[in-house]
């Protein structure tokens, strides 16, 4: 039940540093969104390159709770699918391999602001 | 008046020195504070999601399946804590500790989503859930298509 917490607890800290000092680098350019951007992103074009596959292996959750972990697994379904399905699979397999999170994200998403009243 | 002009001034500094104590009084730069909170916030929320993955697992869920049931659960739980206003204050300790991590992905839906909706349920909550999951779906599905287009060319 407990294996793996500590890996993911360090490449999970670690992710979340970058993305900090990203942030405080670059005041007050980045915003919380464009980091959440740059690291979908970055995780697709890191998946693409192999560089993100061994970092989900040693780290679990640590790299696939990240926004870059989301990035990652677009792209890795988008190849996956082109080797099933040839050129229309670069258009379905991203989506289709994230759907469950964006599905998740909308549906959750839309549920609690409708039950919940912001604060102030 | 003239005997105020005579007064010795409160703080009898130079110039110079005038600059070292500014340095000294100024606050240190939080750079540094910042980066350890995001290190431990961000640690946390990742353990978290392991504790699923492993719990999934042992429903005898794929590792894959695992993770993403993880993920969703994960979603939900960043949703819940900011409809119930925990998340800001997640936020305001951990930065991006609390915004890289999917949970900080759902704040990011529900926060602006909740805040118009007086503006009705159309453009007020339908439309704010994407204000910035927008550009995070735009620039991710994007790279994907790029990238699955380029794997394509060179197979």
């Known amino acids: 039940m407990f294996e793996m917490i500590v890996p993911a607890f360090i490449v999970g ?5 970058i993305g900090q000092l990203l942030m405080d680098l670059t005041k007050p350019t980045f915003t919380p969104a464009h980091v959440l951007v740059s690291f979908v992103s970055g995780g697709a074009i890191l998946g693409a390159l192999g560089i993100y596959e061994p970092l989900v292996k040693i780290g679990g959750a640590g790299a696939s709770i990240p926004l870059s972990g989301f990035g990652y697994s677009l792209a890795k379904g988008a190849m996956e699918a082109v080797e099933k399905r040839g050129i229309m699979g670069a258009f379905s ?25 912001a604060k102030g | 008046m003239a005997d105020q002009t005579q007064k010795k001034p409160l703080l009898s500094v130079t110039a110079e020195k005038y600059q070292t104590l500014i340095k000294q009084y100024t606050p240190k730069p939080t750079i540094i504070k910042n ?54 204050e997640i936020g305001k300790f951990g930065g991006a500790g609390s915004i890289v991590p999917v949970t900080g992905f759902a704040n990011s839906i529900v926060a602006p989503a909740m805040e118009f909706k007086r503006e009705g349920y159309v453009m007020g909550v339908g439309a704010k859930l994407f204000t910035v999951a927008g550009p995070v779906l735009v620039y991710g599905i994007t790279t994907s298509i790029v990238v699955g287009f380029v794997y394509f060319l060179l197979h």
């Open chain 1, 13 to 17: 800290g670690i992710i979340c540093m």
């Open chain 1, 93 to 117: 397999g991203g989506v289709e391999a994230a759907a469950v999170g964006i599905a998740a994200a909308v549906f959750f998403g839309y549920l609690m602001s409708v039950a919940f009243k």
């Open chain 2, 35 to 88: 980066v350890v909170r995001a290190f431990i916030v961000g640690g946390i929320i990742c353990s978290i999601g392991q504790i699923f993955i492993n719990l999934f697992s042992s429903f005898g869920l794929a590792r894959v399946e695992a993770s993403t049931a993880a993920t969703a659960t994960m979603i939900f739980l960043g949703a819940l804590l900011t409809g119930l206003g925990v998340y800001d």
